[in-house]
């Protein structure tokens, strides 16, 4: 009979007491287990997993993989979409300034722009699959520029 160093309840072979939730002491480590939630999964998959749902991904395994592989690719899967929404919100401005020149002088050209957006989208994605295959073949492929802003940041 074992008995909670706390409160005295009988708590037989649990590692905490199910009355007043003290630990009972070092429990014996499983076998393989790490601190991070993602120790079962190999460093190159985290690291593609970092680009997969954009910012959303990069985010999560920032924050609970602490692993400097992982760490650096998610941060740059996040800077990545920051740089992506950078250029979106550039190109409709430059659109819409083109728009009122081109309207004002009735050669309306500014509408060609939109045509360019498609183009810029599939860039953007493109990079993302490179970066994928980079991580999963464990190289740490750095996006210019933005690669060596993350590399900083990340330490």
């Not at 060609?112 to 740490?140: D, N, R, T, W």
Request: with cysteine.
């Amino acid at each position: 009979m074992a008995f909670c160093k706390a409160c005295g309840q009988d708590i037989g072979g649990a590692a905490f007491c199910s009355k007043c939730g003290a630990s009972q002491g070092a429990a014996a480590p499983v076998a393989g287990s790490s601190d991070s939630p993602t120790a079962g999964m190999e460093e190159n998959v985290a690291g593609l997993l970092c680009y997969l749902f954009g910012w959303i991904s990069g985010l999560i395994f920032l924050l609970i993989d602490k692993r400097s592989f992982v760490r650096f690719h998610g941060a740059q899967a996040i800077a990545l979409n920051i740089a992506f929404v950078v250029v979106w919100i550039g190109f409709w401005i430059v659109t819409v300034v083109l728009g009122i020149i081109t309207a004002m002088m009735h050669f309306p050209i500014g509408f060609l722009m939109v045509f360019l957006l498609p183009v810029i989208a599939i860039g953007f994605v493109a990079i993302a699959i490179l970066c994928m295959v980079k991580a999963y073949q464990h190289e740490k492929f750095k996006v210019p520029i933005i690669g060596n802003i993350v590399e900083k940041m990340i330490g």
